[in-house]
């Protein structure tokens, strides 16, 4: 309950920011337009040349897009604002502002992956949902509370999974705090623009095992469209769990080399 | 010309970056992450046939030029330069003997050198891994260099002439991710340009994004014809006068400015 | 009651440091190879301290100053030793521990940059889990006491360093600690706001009655606010008790001035010193004579007698130099 209060009061505090300024805003809007114009325009000139690619249709990977932007979005609300303040040569751990985060009777996490908010994005998420909107519709196959459910279980477990392959990137700066791991993370997500499938295959086992963040964008998309079979559902939701606590695990132990940067 | 100070600086670039020495991989490896995606995507799209005149291997070839290309073309000055400008850093530069501008030009020297070293051995293995199909003719081999050196000449000006705009608005950061969807867009990034449907097509020809990346791409792979490649080499040096022209234009504007703002 | 607010025992603290050398030779063969060596930057340090006192650290930079208040902060782990801080061991990082204590760093800001300073307070009062009605009492005390009045909605970065400084006492007061440790809170100010700031923090000590321990270079701080100095060189702690006795201690002498009528030069050549006593400078009109404490009166005496006195005067040596000396070679 105390931390919904927090989290109620940062993000109000962030919201006074950066909404304030009209030109800004505007200009948020401007960006968070284009870059959604890019992506679906990069999509229509490759469906421009094929019609489907390994099974995949222009409606089911927009609705691919969709759920990218709307995880995007979500992602750079909070979290990644707030991991990222850790990460560079200007970064709390680096500069040893992160003493601070460590003196507050807050979890270390939460305040870590939580202490900067960007209301912002939340016109990226709402043009993400519009996105996945229009191409449920375009999907051709009403859709009926079965697969709405299916749909919401599989992104909440890649959201989850997002998070934790974020956190586990982020966490790398206690072993090395000049270097900006979170933007590495931010490059790698980019790869999940487009399903799983459309990657040759050692790549996409790359992509789904390894480093799974095809899995964040795929399974739900494969959700939507109807396509996706129970088991994967569970494996991606067990691999999410599993993720989740090795990333707390590995952050634990990256808090306990940390020695502050001495004066 | 002060050459000794030139040699200095780029030597100085070249141990901080060795110094940090995740940072240079992970630099040069984000970069590739973006364009292989779409390799795969493409290449998969051709399957075994062509779409758009390009086979499986000629988009292989294509992409692996773009990767290796884009790390001379590639060289962001907008965010370097204008992050330089925005936070007072400028009145470092401006202080020696030399101008900012040779500063930067090091940086870049350093920077390519460093990137290539990584770039060319990956490139290599892909190419053994992928098997691209490439057949330049002589005259394409040679037209390339002009090509490629003009494509960064053009670059490094625009992303000076950009970098510019901070002296004006503190929001240049914002213009320079809208720039980038337009790079990314208009670039041959996400398709080459031969293939994007005839409006954006049109569009990217007249632009100068296509010049800076995609047409020194399109040389080398072999796929423009005379006087395809002789209109867009006139583009080019039309594109590079103009943007010389107004670099300097708004540089000198910006500099007076800053300094009678007092930075 | 009888308990210690601060009791540290034997706290040892050592790393490894990866060594860097310089060059670009130096750099590709760190990129083969890392070598490190060992810094022991606090030692077997022991202290304790009472409720509601005022304790300076001193110490040249790198002694373990810094290192010694983040391991009683509960920032870093112990390699041996123990600490007991308000009745808890630090580095259990306890939330009711972390509500009763506070830090300010002099260089490092815990303001969220992004947002007026108004509103980091309001978050962090909702991070101490801060009463609304208590929290907004607190601020308009504190604001109000530290003129901030017209500061607090600005955005961060329009303040000046000092008002900065004044905005950070606020983040590390408004919960009401009770243990409060200070690193260089002063760095980088102008000589008015140090004085107001060590006005303030003297005021705080007495009406919350918090322990208060800080390190500062600016002798003055120490001076006008510590009652006892801890000296810290190489990690160990060499000298605990008061400043002044620690002067006297180090510098058993004391220099008499002397301001003399006439045209003839003041000569150090003059036979008339007595033993226990030496010229350190002269020049028209003035001489300035070191003489051994217990000697002292008698000195003057016999200087007053023998020279065409206008004006004398004696005094301790100033703190400055014996600090000086201290950090050059600590205390023999």
């Given at each position: 309950?105390?931390?919904?209060?927090?989290?109620?009061?940062?993000?109000?505090?962030?919201?006074?920011?950066q909404l304030?300024?009209?030109?800004?805003f505007?200009?948020?809007?401007?960006?968070?337009i284009?870059?959604?114009?890019?992506g679906?325009?990069?999509?229509?000139?490759?469906?421009?040349?094929?019609r489907?690619l390994?099974?995949?249709?222009?409606p089911?990977?927009?609705?691919?897009?969709?759920?990218?932007?709307?995880?995007?979005?979500l992602y750079?609300?909070?979290?990644?604002?707030?991991?990222?303040?850790?990460?560079?040569?200007?970064?709390?751990?680096?500069?040893g502002?992160?003493?601070?985060?460590?003196?507050?009777?807050v979890?270390v996490q939460?305040?870590?992956?939580?202490?900067?908010?960007?209301?912002?994005?939340l016109?990226?998420?709402a043009l993400?949902?519009?996105?996945?909107?229009?191409?449920?519709?375009?999907?051709?196959?009403?859709?009926?509370a079965a697969?709405?459910?299916t749909?919401?279980?599989?992104?909440?477990?890649?959201a989850?999974l997002?998070?934790?392959?974020?956190?586990?990137?982020a966490?790398?700066?206690?072993?090395?705090p000049?270097?900006?791991?979170?933007?590495?993370f931010?490059?790698?997500?980019?790869?999940?623009?487009?399903?799983?499938?459309l990657?040759?295959?050692?790549?996409?086992?790359?992509?789904?095992?390894?480093i799974?963040?095809?899995?964040?964008t795929?399974?739900?998309?494969?959700?939507?469209?109807?396509?996706?079979?129970?088991?994967s559902?569970?494996?991606?939701v067990?691999?999410?769990?599993?993720?989740l606590?090795?990333?707390t695990?590995?952050?634990?132990r990256?808090?306990r080399?940390?020695?502050?940067?001495?004066? | 010309?002060?050459?000794?100070?030139?040699?200095?600086?780029?030597?100085?670039?070249w141990?901080?970056?060795?110094?940090?020495?995740?940072?240079?991989?992970?630099?040069?490896?984000?970069?590739?992450?973006a364009?292989l995606?779409?390799?795969?995507?493409?290449?998969?799209?051709?399957?075994?046939?062509?779409?758009?005149?390009f086979s499986?291997?000629?988009?292989?070839?294509?992409?692996?030029?773009?990767?290796?290309?884009?790390?001379?073309?590639?060289?962001?000055?907008?965010?370097?330069?204008?992050?330089?400008?925005?936070?007072g850093?400028?009145?470092?530069l401006?202080?020696?003997?030399?101008?900012?501008?040779?500063?930067?030009?090091?940086?870049?020297?350093a920077?390519?050198?460093?990137?290539?070293?990584?770039?060319?051995?990956?490139?290599?293995?892909?190419?053994?891994?992928?098997?691209?199909?490439l057949h330049?003719?002589?005259?394409?081999?040679?037209?390339?260099?002009?090509?490629?050196?003009?494509?960064?000449?053009?670059?490094?000006?625009w992303?000076?002439?950009l970098?510019?705009?901070a002296?004006?608005?503190?929001?240049?950061?914002?213009l320079?991710?809208?720039?980038?969807?337009?790079?990314?867009?208009?670039?041959?990034?996400?398709?080459?340009?031969a293939?994007?449907?005839?409006?954006?097509?049109?569009?990217?020809?007249?632009?100068?994004?296509?010049?800076?990346?995609?047409?020194p791409?399109?040389?080398?792979?072999g796929?423009?014809?005379?006087?395809g490649?002789?209109?867009?080499?006139?583009?080019?040096?039309?594109?590079?006068?103009?943007?010389?022209?107004?670099?300097?234009?708004?540089?000198?504007?910006g500099?007076r400015?800053?300094?009678?703002?007092?930075? | 009651?009888?308990?210690?607010?601060?009791?540290?025992?034997?706290?040892?603290?050592?790393?490894?440091?990866?060594?860097?050398?310089?060059?670009?030779?130096?750099?590709?063969?760190?990129?083969?190879?890392?070598?490190?060596?060992?810094?022991?930057a606090?030692?077997?340090?022991?202290?304790?301290?009472?409720?509601?006192?005022?304790v300076?650290?001193?110490?040249?930079?790198?002694?373990?100053?810094?290192?010694?208040?983040?391991?009683?902060?509960?920032?870093?782990?112990?390699?041996?030793?123990?600490?007991?801080?308000?009745?808890?061991?630090?580095?259990?990082?306890?939330?009711a521990?972390?509500?009763?204590?506070?830090?300010?760093l002099?260089?490092?800001?815990?303001?969220?940059?992004?947002?007026?300073?108004?509103?980091?307070f309001?978050?962090?009062?909702?991070?101490y889990?801060?009463?609304?009605?208590?929290l907004?009492?607190?601020?308009?005390?504190l604001?109000?006491?530290?003129?901030?009045t017209?500061?607090?909605t600005?955005?961060?970065?329009?303040?000046?360093?000092?008002?900065?400084?004044?905005?950070?006492?606020?983040?590390?007061?408004?919960?009401?600690?009770?243990?409060?440790?200070?690193?260089e809170?002063?760095l980088?100010?102008?000589?008015?706001?140090?004085?107001?700031?060590?006005?303030?923090?003297?005021?705080?000590?007495?009406?919350?009655?918090?322990?208060?321990?800080?390190t500062?270079?600016?002798?003055?701080?120490i001076?006008a606010?510590?009652?006892?100095v801890?000296?810290?060189?190489?990690?160990?702690?060499?000298y605990?008790?008061?400043?002044r006795?620690?002067?006297?201690?180090?510098?058993?002498?004391?220099f008499?001035?002397?301001?003399?009528y006439?045209?003839?030069?003041?000569?150090?050549?003059?036979?008339?010193?007595p033993?226990?006593a030496s010229?350190?400078?002269?020049?028209?009109?003035?001489l300035?004579?070191?003489?051994?404490?217990?000697?002292?009166?008698?000195?003057?005496a016999?200087?007053?007698?023998?020279?065409?006195?206008e004006?004398?005067?004696?005094?301790?040596?100033?703190?400055?130099?014996?600090v000086?000396?201290?950090?050059?070679?600590?205390?023999?």
């Open positions: 309950m105390r931390y919904v209060r927090l989290v109620a009061a940062l993000f109000r505090a962030a919201a006074q920011q304030a300024d009209r030109a800004d505007a200009f948020g809007l401007l960006q968070s284009l870059n959604l114009g890019a679906i325009i990069g999509l229509a000139v490759l469906f421009g040349q094929v489907t390994r099974g995949w249709d222009f089911a990977t927009l609705a691919l897009l969709g759920t990218y932007l709307l995880l995007r979005a750079g609300l909070a979290i990644g604002p707030s991991l990222d303040g850790l990460a560079g040569v200007r970064g709390d751990v680096y500069t502002r992160f003493d601070f985060t460590l003196l507050r009777p979890n939460f305040l870590s992956s939580a202490e900067r908010w960007h209301p912002l994005a016109l990226d998420a993400g949902a519009a996105v996945l909107v229009v191409a449920t519709g375009q999907l051709g196959r009403a859709l009926d697969r709405l459910a749909f919401l279980v599989a992104l909440m477990a890649g989850a997002l998070y934790a392959l974020a956190l586990a990137c966490t790398l700066v206690f072993w090395l000049g270097l900006f791991f979170t933007w590495l931010d490059i790698v997500f980019e790869l999940a623009r487009f399903p799983a499938q990657y040759p295959p050692w790549t996409r086992l790359v992509l789904t095992s390894i799974p963040i095809a899995v964040i795929t399974v739900p998309a494969q959700a939507l469209t109807g396509t996706l079979h129970v088991t559902l569970a494996g991606a067990a691999l999410a769990g599993a993720a606590v090795a990333a695990m590995l952050f634990r990256g808090l080399r940390y020695a502050s940067a001495s004066s | 010309m002060n050459l000794r100070a030139g040699w200095a600086l780029i030597g100085t670039t141990t901080m970056r060795l110094q940090t020495r995740g940072l240079f991989f992970i630099e040069a490896l984000s970069w590739m992450v364009p995606a779409f390799l795969f995507v493409w290449v998969t799209a051709a399957g075994s046939g062509t779409v758009g005149g499986r291997g000629e988009f292989v070839a294509y992409y692996l030029l773009l990767i290796v290309i884009a790390q001379v073309t590639n060289v962001q000055h907008e965010w370097t330069v204008g992050d330089a400008i925005a936070s850093d400028l009145n470092r401006l202080l020696r003997p030399m101008a900012p501008v040779l500063d930067v030009l090091a940086q870049d020297v920077a390519v050198t460093v990137t290539l070293l990584f770039a060319f051995p990956v490139g290599a293995v892909l190419a053994l891994l992928l098997r691209p199909e330049p003719t002589p005259s394409d081999v040679i037209l390339f260099f002009p090509a490629l050196t003009l494509a960064w000449a053009l670059r490094f000006c992303s000076y002439a970098a510019s705009l002296f004006w608005t503190s929001r240049a950061g914002g320079f991710s809208l720039h980038a969807a337009l790079l990314f867009l208009l670039a041959g990034q996400v398709a080459p340009v293939l994007l449907p005839k409006p954006l097509r049109a569009v990217a020809i007249l632009l100068p994004f296509r010049y800076m990346l995609g047409f791409v399109e040389v080398l792979s796929h423009l014809d005379a006087t490649i002789a209109r867009g080499l006139a583009w080019q040096l039309g594109w590079l006068i103009v943007c010389l022209a107004l670099a300097r234009l708004l540089w000198r504007l500099v400015r800053y300094t009678a703002w007092g930075g | 009651m009888n308990r210690p607010e601060i009791s540290v025992h034997g706290l040892t603290k050592s790393y490894r440091v990866p060594e860097r050398g310089a060059g670009l030779k130096a750099t590709l063969g760190s990129l083969v190879q890392r070598t490190y060596r060992q810094v022991e606090v030692q077997d340090v022991t202290f304790s301290i009472e409720a509601g006192e005022i300076g650290f001193l110490g040249p930079n790198g002694a373990g100053k810094t290192t010694t208040l983040k391991l009683l902060a509960g920032l870093l782990h112990p390699t041996s030793g123990c600490a007991s801080v308000a009745g808890f061991v630090p580095w259990r990082r306890e939330p521990f972390l509500r009763r204590i506070s830090m300010v002099g260089n490092k800001s815990q303001m969220l940059w992004a947002i007026p300073p108004l509103d980091t309001r978050v962090l009062g909702e991070i889990g801060v009463p609304p009605a208590q907004r009492t607190t601020l308009d005390e604001i109000t006491l530290l003129d901030l017209a500061l607090v600005k955005p961060v970065r329009t303040l000046s360093l000092g008002e900065r400084m004044k905005c950070e006492l606020v983040c590390a007061l408004l919960y009401r600690p009770s243990v409060l440790f200070l690193d809170p002063t980088g100010l102008d000589v008015t706001m140090q004085a107001r700031l060590r006005v303030f923090i003297a005021d705080y000590n007495r009406r919350a009655s918090a322990t208060i321990l800080l500062s270079h600016t002798l003055a701080d001076m606010l510590c009652s006892r801890l000296f810290i060189h190489d990690g160990r702690l060499r605990d008790g008061d400043l006795t620690l002067a006297r201690r180090l510098a058993p002498f004391k008499i001035d002397l301001m003399l006439g045209d003839d030069p003041a000569t150090g050549d003059d036979a008339v010193l033993p226990g010229v350190v400078a002269s020049s028209h009109g003035h300035r004579v070191r003489a051994e404490r217990a000697a002292a009166p008698a000195i003057a016999h200087l007053l007698q023998t020279l065409p006195v004006d004398l005067t004696v005094e301790d040596p100033p703190i400055e130099t014996i000086d000396q201290l950090y050059r070679g600590g205390p023999r």
